[in-house]
């Protein structure tokens, strides 16, 4: 089971690794791009909801790896 901070870590990485905007991401996901205007802050906290669609686009099989470069916005382990 994924926590809150996976699945916005493994969104951050998405975005990170496909040289997305987040304004393009944010359309692509069917928001708006404010929904995505923070994503990078430490202390991004968007609804449960929100983080459903953001994780529509992103492939099954797409996984972050401990051994990636950090993300902006991510804590340190």
Known sequence: ??????VIARIRRFVLQNNMTK???ALQCGL???VTRKMWDADWNPTIATLRQLEKPIPDD??????DPGCPGEKAA
């Open 1 to 6: 089971m994924n926590t809150v901070d996976d």
């Open 23 to 25: 304004s393009r991401f």
């Open 32 to 34: 708006q791009v404010d």
């Open 62 to 67: 797409f996984q972050v790896s401990a051994n």
